[in-house]
């Protein structure tokens, strides 16, 4: 079994109210491997400049991920972004985005990439992600990210790969604009009538949430008290969900499968807040997941004991 | 058993994106009131002009709530708000403010109120607040709601009455605001250090999260694909949360019992969202609320079943 993902890998700059950053490993397709590496075989597909450091292919290949796919562009640099978080770290500003080898990339899968279980299409053009879903030797389990640009310059392109896939993985401001439905419920039941089977709504601080055509799902983020840099959270969460998801394929994803990827990707990503970029994750380990997973187990719990209410009595 | 609750009885003017209300029956202690009454005896206590209609006050006396407490200052007028919100429903602004009757108010209880068993302080001024805490009989379980209003102008006064109530019920932006700490959690633990046992993060669409010296526990909010009016929700969520607990207390306010109240105050608060006002809550049944209250019991639920995952092998 094995998981492909498409996405950027990059370099950032990132200063937030607990330090600062000027050049870290960063990338959507990177956040997402380093989590998705604890469940099964990762290839990242995406181009690096001549000026990507070996180090951090090395990163990039913590627990087994197989980087034939990282197309090193020697005469060309690599994506660069730069930015500011504000006080409580909800809102960020990006004060440089550097395409670089990113302008002129185009996918090519080996074919073991191609061959892959489960895909992942992390936050590129539509297009380039149309591309790979033509590449693809039929995935078991195909979900998909994108942003507010993708939404605002190509939704026709957007809507239409996410026609494609199973699961749509989103941040909830997004889901509203994609489908100019102001309630969350309803823009997910509407992605839900264009094809996909689950619609992820991430919501940062507050957690994440599963809308599948039977049932609705939530878990808060893991309860930190010290949150550095939420840079790379939504990707790693999304390793995390994807990865889980691949281990359980043979018995088909059911939303019992869904939900507790839900745990996994919310587990996973709460280490990644913990520390600048990826210098949490890459020295996580499997002991440490299990305990937050099993604590996110009993933070929605409560006993039932129906009460007589006033309203019982009449 | 019995439950005082001491705030606002007012008249709201709202608009939303889905209609509007020229002048309705609102009010902190109103929508307490109206869900608290499932789960006991509540005697609001507060100020209402000579404009308060007698029908209004029929409304607030639904399920056996008792109003001697409320004083009619027949040549003044109710407390009047008016406000606007936004597209998806998160944000609002107040368009006007005039405390009338609330100007001059100073809370006289009569011995019921006094002899209560749980005490809930809405939001008014700290100092009320405090001579609130004096008038009463030491009841069993006190909690208390304020507003970035009274942290920007009366905090000292406001801490000095957190540091006497059981339980402090805030917005999530406002606990940050109180405590100067960016972070929920590291906010509320230090809340919890001033007097408190728990401290729950009103989180509007998100739900909300409660947080003990042992517990942590998050709901989100009961997913609805149609949301027409949040006035009040904050309080109707008190008053189910707050509610729930006067039914536990012979056992002592564990956290099992404050868990299971908040899924009670998420499940009120969703069907106050409803309909414009008291609008839902008035003609609310109990089996309607049991029913919500089941399903929350799902929203966090997933099966563990431990993976091996690449960490685990090595």
């Not at 990507?52 to 020697?74: C, M, N, P, Q």
């Not at 690599?78 to 080898?101: I, K, P």
């Not at 919310?266 to 499997?286: D, I, K, P």
Request: charged share 20%; proline share 4%; aromatic share 8%.
């Amino acid at each position: 079994m094995s998981i492909t993902v498409v996405g950027s890998l990059a370099y950032d700059a990132v200063k937030t109210p607990f330090g600062q950053r000027e050049r870290m490993l960063g990338g959507a397709a990177t956040h997402f491997a380093l989590a998705a590496s604890f469940f099964d075989t990762v290839r990242p597909v995406g181009p690096v400049g001549g000026d990507f450091a070996d180090a951090d292919l090395e990163v990039l290949r913590t627990r087994g991920t197989v980087t034939d796919d990282v197309e090193v562009i020697a005469d060309g640099k690599t994506f660069f972004w730069a930015g500011e978080y504000g006080w409580d770290l909800n809102s960020r500003e990006t004060l440089d985005t550097q395409l670089n080898v990113f302008e002129t990339f185009v996918p090519k899968l080996s074919p073991a990439a191609q061959a892959c279980d489960v895909l992942f299409l992390a936050n590129i053009q539509p297009e380039l992600q149309a591309q790979i879903l033509d590449a693809v030797d039929g995935p078991a389990f195909t979900a998909l990210d994108s942003m507010n640009l993708w939404i605002d310059i190509a939704r026709d392109a957007l809507v239409g790969v996410i026609e494609r896939v199973d699961c749509l993985i989103l941040n909830d401001a997004e889901l509203r604009q994609l489908t100019g439905k102001p309630n969350l419920v309803a823009a997910a039941r509407e992605i839900l009538g264009w094809g996909p089977t689950a619609v992820v709504a991430k919501q940062g601080e507050y957690g994440a949430a599963l809308i599948t055509a039977a049932s609705f799902f939530a878990l808060p983020a893991f309860p930190l008290e010290t949150v550095v840099d939420p840079t790379g959270a939504g990707d790693t969460f999304a390793g995390g969900f994807v990865g889980s998801v691949a281990q359980h394929l043979a018995g088909g994803v059911t939303d019992e499968v869904l939900c507790r990827a839900m745990a996994y990707g919310t587990a996973l990503a709460s280490f990644n807040v913990e520390e600048f970029g990826t210098e949490r994750v890459t020295r996580l380990t499997a002991d440490e997941i299990h305990e937050r997973v099993s604590a996110l187990h009993g933070f929605g719990r409560f006993t039932l004991q129906t009460p007589v209410l006033t309203g019982d009595r009449s």
